[in-house]
């Protein structure tokens, strides 16, 4: 008789762990949720190099699973278009900035993607890597004209998406005037 209801017993036991473990490990995916549920919401204008803000956010969105760019909203991170003094951006905190492209920049031979977006990743907290390696967007004009890379590299992208689940402390984010990206 006791085994019986051992059998039923110890299969509801070992399902209700697993669910319990599953929660624990991860509550959105418990609760149905997708992963971006999560995300941190960084809204952003753009009154030039509309077209490019727009392919900067879904690049962005698509390599950093902690941040969603969006447009609209109180932006706070706004992309001007400018003519002279180098495209740049003026970091605020943490998805705060304020970015200036430089006609100029592009009409040289520089993608114009590439300084978008390159300049959106200090906005997201990445610093200037003047490696000169395209594969490293934050390597910037560095790179040549030639390079027309606007994906961060996995190292890039790991860093954002850190930064962006609060994994990095705020003293961690690079703070200032990047000029020249």
Same mark, same amino acid.
């Given at each position: ?6 059998? &039923?017993?110890? @299969?509801? %036991?070992? /399902? /209700?762990?697993?669910? *319990? !473990? ?7 995916? +418990?609760?149905?949720? &997708? &992963? ?5 919401? %960084?809204?952003?204008? +753009? ?11 879904? $690049?962005?969105?698509?390599? %950093? ?6 447009? @609209? ?7 001007? !278009? /400018?003519? @002279? ?13 304020? $970015?200036? $492209?430089?006609?100029?920049? *592009? +009409? !040289? ?5 590439? $300084? *978008? ?13 003047? #490696? ?10 560095? !790179?040549?004209?030639?390079?027309? #890379? ?7 992208? #790991? ?5 962006? +689940? ?16």
């Amino acid at each position: 008789m006791v085994e019986k209801f051992a059998r &039923p017993l110890a @299969g509801a %036991v070992l /399902t /209700t762990l697993a669910l *319990v !473990a599953a929660v624990l490990v991860s509550p959105a995916s +418990a609760a149905g949720a &997708p &992963p971006s549920a999560m995300a941190r919401t %960084v809204y952003y204008s +753009a009154s030039g190099y509309s077209a490019e803000a727009d392919q900067a956010a879904q $690049i962005w969105n698509s390599r %950093v699973p902690n941040l969603r760019l969006v447009r @609209g909203g109180s932006a706070t991170i706004r992309i001007y !278009a /400018t003519t @002279g003094g180098g495209s740049r951006a003026y970091p605020c905190g943490l998805g705060c900035a304020t $970015i200036y $492209i430089d006609s100029q920049d *592009v +009409a !040289a031979g520089h993608s114009s993607l590439r $300084i *978008v977006a390159h300049e959106v990743g200090h906005g997201l907290g990445l610093p200037d890597n003047y #490696n000169g390696v395209c594969s490293y967007l934050m390597s910037g004009g560095s !790179a040549g004209t030639s390079c027309r #890379n606007a994906y961060p590299n996995s190292q890039e992208a #790991n860093r954002v998406n850190q930064l962006f +689940a609060g994994a990095l402390t705020a003293s961690a984010v690079d703070s200032g005037v990047y000029a020249r990206g």
